[in-house]
């Protein structure tokens, strides 16, 4: 599929939560939900910094975990408009993981 709707440079996207869903993290400081059915955004998050990773926390998709260039990782509930919690770190987020 080939999505449009970002103005910079797409630098992450996961699955989110089911195989017809992908949220993708931008350059353009957005974060933005896709549905592959549809081929469409249907959602997108202002972010305020270009993201750098994602990670998704559950299988349901309702947690998004994004890093960013401004050096804050910023954690997301699909269910609300903003973000829910931020963590401001020493240097900038390049990359993400989550371990068990």
Known sequence: HTLTGHSG???AAKFLGEPSKVVTG???RTLKIWDLRSRA???TKFAGSSCNDLV???GAGSI???GHF???IRFWDTRTESSAHDIVL???V???DLSR
Do not use: F, M
């Open 64 to 66: 998004i975990i994004s």
């Open 94 to 96: 390049t990359s993400l």
């Open 41 to 43: 955004c249907i959602e």
């Open 56 to 58: 998704t926390v559950d």
């Open 90 to 92: 020493n240097g900038k």
């Open 9 to 11: 440079k797409v630098l």
């Open 26 to 28: 931008s350059h353009d």
């Open 70 to 72: 401004d050096k804050r």
